[in-house]
């Protein structure tokens, strides 16, 4: 139930899937062109074009605020629980709203800085660089004349969006209890996963670690810049960093100095990069769009915004690895394994058809540049196969596939003729040889015979606790599964079957041994009276088992 103080933020939000959610209605029910939402009613931007379902549902995220932004951006990721109409729609939502006047935006900065802001910059240009949902961002200068960027959260955010998690909380219950969708998937373990990536946004602490982590990991590589933090200024509302000066990757193809750029050589050091992040680190940029990397003048490519991360153990990296590995040697058997072993769960009789769509997905893509795939087609298929044969996807994973995908774009957008393939053959081959090297199996050998004597250790004293358990009833298991007790039916008639067999087949040679053997020894006159004695013996036996055969059976076709 919808708390009483929650009543207002609820109202508002019911209105605004109402009214989008009408003209989704139309659109499904084939009245788009009756309806014409696109010419302006309700509100609705005009244009010349019928808007789609899946556009309604995006306008109405895009109109409920911050919160409601960042659940489609992550719903985007999810090729398990949307289909990939409404996540590649999703996915284009854009995170920039009309920006606040900086007299609105002012007392934040000042109370972070705990002192008028014109004591700690030089100058500050109120003309904001970009506006978000959750901030904005000012040039300035500060009192050495170091060039900065200031980022600064907007007022009244956190109550907001404590509300509005307040709200879906009791929603994703509701759903839990009551609808066969929220009790097929772990809605409230991804409502967790949503409200954790959500507080790391909202922490600008968190982001500026980030950053200064990866210029940590990244400290030997002259090929990228990550800007500088200044800790005496940014707190958890307001990010002080270096202003990276360059060229945007998505002004390249309109600036001068884009012509004398070597666009295969940038393409390559882009995705080599995100691959890096991946392959090696297991801690990578989950924002990778081309907005966030300017070309410097010395080549470099400069990163900027670090607020979304993801984070992958050495075990589902190593399986990854496997995957892609796979994924660009045509190995698909290799590829449905590795998607099995990190988590990536389905129907177990889809695997055929999964592996046949994958073939196809394969042929399709092998060989081909990134102008003729066209950005993101590769990752967006993976998803409508994924999302078709209803495979459940892990958060990290899939945050993981929406990074592919943006890296990707970021690679056709640097250099349309860069082949995504060609360069990831030979980087992922030589990563798993060093993945098998001698020292890495030699290590790794050494830690499972440490964790085998560890268990070897304790297995008696653990086997003989759950053995007295079960004698005393503590244990129980039940089970549930029709295909089984089919197949244990069918296993158990077949041993009758052949129980049968083995009993003729025994009575046949006990016979004809005695028969020979009385013959022999000139005992032919008792040989009707061995034969009749042994055909009743046999008789009594195969009575009793065909007796506890049609019990077996009985008991089996019962509704008990």
Known sequence: MIRPRNMKRFREITSILVRHGFGWLIVEMGLGRLVPFHWGLLGHPRRKQVYSAAEHLRMAFEELGPTFIKLAQILSTRPDLISPTYAEEFARLQDRVPPMPFSAIQPVLEAELQRPYTE???????????????????????????????????????????????????????????????QKYDLEGLLEEFRF????????????????????????????HIPKIYWEW??????????????????????????????QKLAEV??????????????????????????????RLGLMDFGLVGYLEDQTREHFLRFSYAMTTGDVEGMIDAMWAMGITGPFETRPALKRDLNHLLFRVKDRSMQELAASDLIHDLMTIAYRHQLHFPPDLALLFKVLAMSEGLGAMIDPQFKLFDFARP??????????????????????????????????????????????????????????????????????????????????????????????????????????????????????????????????????
């Open 197 to 224: 990536t959500l507080e790391n946004e909202l922490d600008y602490i968190r982001e500026g670690q980030n950053a200064d982590r990866f210029r940590a990991l990244f400290k030997r590589d002259r090929r990228l």
């Open 270 to 299: 882009a995705v080599s990069l995100t691959f890096k992040e991946i392959f090696e680190f297991g801690f990578y940029h989950a924002d990778p769009h081309p907005g966030n990397f300017v070309v410097m003048d010395d080549q």
């Open 427 to 560: 980087y992922l081959r030589r990563l798993m040889r060093k993945l098998f090297s001698p020292e890495r199996v030699t290590k790794k050998a050494l830690g499972d015979a440490m964790d085998l004597l560890i268990l070897a250790h304790g297995l008696p004293r653990r086997v003989s606790y759950l053995l007295q358990r079960v004698e005393n009833g503590d244990i129980q298991i039940h089970t549930n599964q029709p295909e089984m007790e089919q197949m244990a039916s069918q296993m158990i008639a077949a041993m009758n079957r052949l129980t049968t067999s083995i009993l003729i087949t025994l009575i046949l040679i006990a016979l004809g041994i005695y028969i020979l053997a009385g013959h022999f020894m000139g005992f032919d006159n008792y040989l009707v009276n061995i034969l009749l004695g042994l055909f009743g013996f046999g008789g009594l036996v195969s009575l009793r088992i065909l007796w506890g055969i049609w019990r077996q059976r009985r008991s089996m076709s019962s509704p008990g």
């Open 234 to 263: 940014s707190t958890s509302r307001v990010l002080v960093m270096e202003e990276i000066q360059g060229i945007k990757v998505t002004e390249l193809d309109h600036h001068p100095e884009g012509q004398t750029i070597d666009r």
């Open 120 to 182: 700690v910059f030089a100058e500050l240009d109120t003309r904001p660089l970009a506006s978000a949902s959750i901030g904005q961002v000012y040039r300035a200068r500060l009192q050495d004349g170091q060039s900065v960027v200031v980022k600064i959260q907007k007022t009244g955010l956190r109550d907001i969006i404590q509300r509005d998690m307040e709200i879906l909380k009791e929603v994703v219950q509701y759903m839990t209890i009551h609808t066969r969708f929220g």
